[in-house]
Nanobody, 123 residues
Framework: VQLQASGGGLVQAGGSLRLSCAASGRIFNINMMGWYRQAPGKERDLVASITDGIGTKYADSVKGRFTISKDNAKNTVYLQMNSLKPEDTAVYYC??????????????????WGQGTQVTVSS
């Protein structure tokens, strides 16, 4: 599975950006898509995720400002980011997970990362 992320850029504080991530390739059953971010010198942390049958999850720092959504028909996940702050500056990575069964009944679980897109929020 390949993940193609887009939508990053430079924005002033208080502005908005919308990230998109489209999955393609050997797709069987993507059950989770989400966004992580990594600022310089920091670890990669979860921003938001959406899981089939469970729902959405957000980092406390983005609750009320960011909204994650998914178009299952297009295997695409979106992250609407409003009221952006300088501390939101980071490289944003798309992630997808899928699970399925082989012909012999063996379960398979796979995780994939996108290439990352830079989001820079100026003060």
């Amino acid at each position: 599975v390949q993940l193609q992320a887009s939508g990053g850029g430079l924005v002033q504080a208080g502005g908005s950006l919308r990230l998109s991530c489209a999955a393609s390739g050997r797709i069987f059953n993507i059950n989770m898509m989400g966004w992580y971010r990594q600022a310089p010198g920091k670890e990669r942390d979860l921003v938001a995720s959406i899981t089939d049958g469970i729902g959405t999850k957000y980092a406390d720092s983005v609750k009320g400002r960011f909204t994650i959504s998914k178009d299952n028909a297009k295997n695409t996940v979106y992250l609407q980011m409003n009221s952006l702050k300088p501390e939101d500056t980071a490289v944003y990575y798309c992630r997808a997970q899928q699970s399925y069964y082989l012909d012999d009944g063996s379960p398979v679980a796979e995780g994939f990362w996108g290439q990352g897109t830079q989001v820079t929020v100026s003060s």
